[in-house]
């Protein structure tokens, strides 16, 4: 008979078989979850200031919004992230905000992306698509999704790995061509003079821009779960993912400006539109080329929603679970899937895609994604004033990896970029032209009213629902 020994050493190992993420693959998800590479065309179409912006909001945003997300994400190892750190900080109606918030910011998302794949996919095949066959393949995108995201982290990790390395090729493919294209044949959009890199007025509107391509950090903290040791790998992650990520964003983003003139580029078709202009230019076989950049564009797409879904549900289901979400979005699997909130993404995502050919806007992709990009800074909003509270009601928690700097630093680092999103969440719904005068997007006005009333019902039901359960916050 096996000693009592070696069953205990045999129950231990079997443990970390079942902890499949390893820090290799918390470096390839947050770059994953993080790198956007359908947004690097929006953020050059900014012109020769996007170098300046990109500085300015690395050092008031990104610096600050790693260093607080690996302190919360590895101090607190609840499956709630963002959620939880709200909640224990604020109660549990901002936590309820939160979580709706980004709940929601995902399905506006998801409707963007299914849109926007099935432009991509005109391009490859250089035909237009009719409207009821766009919507059938929107369709299919939706809940292939759904049904993949049900899977655990542990199953999905490989396609989020192929996925991160498509996306790699992608944006090494832009900045590695355009750089060349730049070099033979002159830049597109030469610098001048200092004066080149100054903020233009039209520039504001893609702000929020770049300040999403930092953001997703925090998916990463809903995976503790399959890590063998979280507190130690998810610093670790955030460290090396961030310094990945500004430099394929910068280099792609660089060689996009480098060989296309500001006013031919695409907020929804950039990408393939460079990589069709690169094979013209230097004759190469576009015919066959673009097909497969066509591809692993649409690919990344997909790994795109799926790698958020994954953070998205559990932070969704952990919120319903302890009452701050209606009880449908905490229903699971028999394998402890949220399928509630799987489905209900689904559903919501359907309806929005449904209604795009009624929608008078010639580009629905962006009136999508900008809903997506204010939704999302409002489930951002109160997770910097947290970590600063969290510091000063719960000091006795172990935080393997703690912010440094005193406090002025502490609330310059919590309040700075708190204020980056309130003024970039203003200037996605009113922004300045570069005739000066002023433009109110009513549709995403509409939008982000309809999201926050929707917000305000939840928060009361699920609040009411608690009181009449006897929970307290």
Request: with cysteine; aromatic share 14%; net charge positive.
């Amino acid at each position: 008979m096996p000693s009592r020994k070696k069953i205990v050493g045999k129950l231990h190992d079997e443990k970390m078989q079942t902890k499949k993420f390893r820090l290799f693959d918390a470096v390839l998800a947050a770059v994953c979850v993080t790198m956007i590479v359908e947004s690097v065309a929006p953020t050059a179409a900014i012109g020769n200031s996007q170098y300046f912006w990109w500085l300015l909001m690395f050092v008031v945003f990104f610096i600050p919004y790693g260093f607080i997300t690996a302190e919360l994400g590895s101090a607190y190892l609840d499956k709630g992230g963002l959620y939880d750190w709200v909640a224990r900080a604020f109660g549990r109606n901002w936590g309820s905000r939160s979580a709706w918030y980004y709940w929601i910011q995902f399905v506006f998302w998801l409707a963007s992306l299914a849109v926007l794949f099935t432009e991509v996919l005109s391009q490859v095949i250089g035909r237009e698509i009719s409207v009821m066959v766009s919507v059938i393949l929107q369709l299919i995108l939706i809940w292939v999704m759904c049904y993949s995201s049900l899977m655990p982290i542990s199953v999905n990790k490989w396609l989020i790995n192929l996925g991160t390395y498509a996306k790699i090729i992608l944006m090494l493919g832009l900045g590695i061509f355009g750089l060349y294209c730049g070099l033979v044949f002159g830049f597109a959009n030469p610098i001048t003079s200092t004066a080149d890199l100054l903020p233009s007025v039209g520039g504001i509107t893609f702000i929020s821009v770049i300040i999403l391509n930092f953001k997703g950090f925090e998916v990463v903290a809903a995976f503790t779960k399959d890590m063998k040791n979280p507190k130690k790998e998810i610093p670790i992650a955030f460290l090396l993912g961030g310094i990945l990520i500004c430099f394929f964003y910068v280099f792609a983003s660089f060689g996009i400006g480098a060989a296309i003139p500001v006013a031919e580029l695409s907020t929804s078709g950039g990408v393939i539109d460079s990589f069709v202009h690169f094979f013209n230019v230097l004759g190469l076989p576009g015919h066959i080329l673009v097909p497969i950049v066509g591809v692993l564009f649409l690919f990344t797409l997909f790994i795109n929603v799926l790698s958020w879904a994954l953070g998205v549900n559990y932070v969704a289901s952990h919120a319903a679970e302890h009452g701050s979400m209606p009880k449908i979005f905490a229903k699971r699997n028999k394998e402890g899937a949220p399928v509630g909130s799987s489905l209900l993404i689904g559903i919501v995502a359907t309806l929005m895609v449904i209604t795009v050919p009624f929608i008078p806007n010639p580009d629905i992709f962006w009136g999508f994604f900008a809903l997506q990009i204010i939704t999302l800074f409002f489930a951002y909003l109160l997770m910097f004033p947290a970590f600063k509270k969290l510091r000063k009601i719960d000091p006795d928690t172990e935080r393997p990896f703690k912010t440094p700097g005193g406090p002025i630093l502490i609330s310059l680092i919590a309040y700075v970029p708190l204020a980056m999103l309130i003024i970039s969440a203003i200037f996605s719904v009113v922004y300045p032209l570069e005739d000066g005068t002023w433009y109110f997007d009513a549709m995403i006005a509409v939008g982000t009213v309809a999201a926050v009333l929707v917000g305000e019902i939840i928060v009361f039901m699920t609040n009411r629902q608690r009181k009449q359960a006897g929970i307290v916050e």
